[in-house]
């Protein structure tokens, strides 16, 4: 498969029973269909860190090109960006032909991040829906 930001090849990195497809040029994510929910619900909180401890970090990491964003797995379907976190900002590239979703360097650690604060705050329905309005404010500010 390749990188729907910069073209190179993806490389599967092994995240417990999960095969990450990682673009080791912009250090971008793909997560395929029931991936992303599984991570989030490992408990592991630096995966993309962790990986890159591992398997090194690319060089120098390439600016995603703005325009080449297919899906890697569909091809000739595009991808549409969208915010899919609930107490902090996370934007990623969604295809709705199979459902994978792209994630930019670091924002899977921001979204696993983005679970741990949820469980913070628990079973708190007035808190929680007083974060999700600050993010919603920041997300349209942007
Ligand atoms: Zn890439
Ligand atoms: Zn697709």
Not at 77 to 97: E, F, K, T, W
Not at 98 to 110: A, H, P, S
Request: glycine share 6%.
């Amino acid at each position: 498969m390749k990188c729907p930001k910069c073209g190179a090849e993806l490389t599967a990195l092994p995240v417990q029973d999960i095969a990450v497809d990682k673009c080791q040029s912009c250090d971008g994510i793909w997560l395929e269909y029931g991936e992303i929910k599984k991570l989030r619900s490992s408990g592991l909180a630096r995966i993309e860190r962790e990986l890159e401890e591992e398997h090194g970090n690319p060089p120098t990491p390439q600016a995603p090109l703005d325009g080449y964003q297919r899906c890697p797995q569909c091809v000739d379907q595009g991808l549409r960006s969208n915010y899919i976190s609930y107490m902090l900002p996370v934007r990623a590239d969604h295809c709705v032909s199979c459902f994978g979703i792209w994630l930019d360097r670091l924002e899977l650690d921001k979204l696993l991040e983005d679970k741990q604060l949820l469980d913070t705050v628990g079973n708190d329905n007035e808190l929680k829906s007083a974060i999700a309005s600050v993010v919603v404010r920041m997300q349209q500010s942007e």
